[in-house]
């Protein structure tokens, strides 16, 4: 009943930008944290940045200025900047929230499909 739908992946030059978009839907009752993971080919699923509801965030070293991760709370969705693009993010990227669904009371992790983000160089 609660599902993410990503959005904005694709190819782009290094040195490019894209933005990547979730948005969480269904009976929700509230969404406490968001962020995005990524998985390369031949590596472990790694963080990229969370944010925590009251603006916390934290960011793989590897993305640090580079990427901004940022939400809005009124449309459920949390998105994902990425600027300087280098050939090592390509991966795939997935999103994902932790949500109280409006007919429980206890909390669980959700994912998205995931959307291929692919740089060359």
């Known amino acids: 009943q609660v599902q993410l739908v990503e959005s904005g992946g694709g190819l782009v030059q290094a040195g490019g930008s894209l933005r990547l978009s979730c948005a969480a839907s269904?009976?929700?009752?509230?969404?406490?944290?968001m962020g995005w993971y990524r998985q390369a080919p031949g590596k472990q699923r790694e963080l990229v940045a969370r944010l925590i509801s009251g603006g916390s965030t934290n960011y793989a070293d590897s993305v640090k200025g580079r990427f901004t991760i940022a939400r809005d709370n009124a449309k459920n969705t949390v998105y994902l900047q990425m600027n300087s693009l280098k050939s090592e993010d390509t991966a795939v990227y997935y999103c994902?929230?932790?949500?109280?669904?409006?007919?429980?009371?206890?909390?669980?992790?959700?994912w998205g499909q995931g959307t291929q983000v692919t740089v060359s160089s």
């Open positions: 994902t929230a932790r949500v109280r669904p409006a007919s429980g009371y206890r909390e669980y992790d959700y």
């Open positions: 269904g009976s929700i009752f509230s969404i406490n944290a």
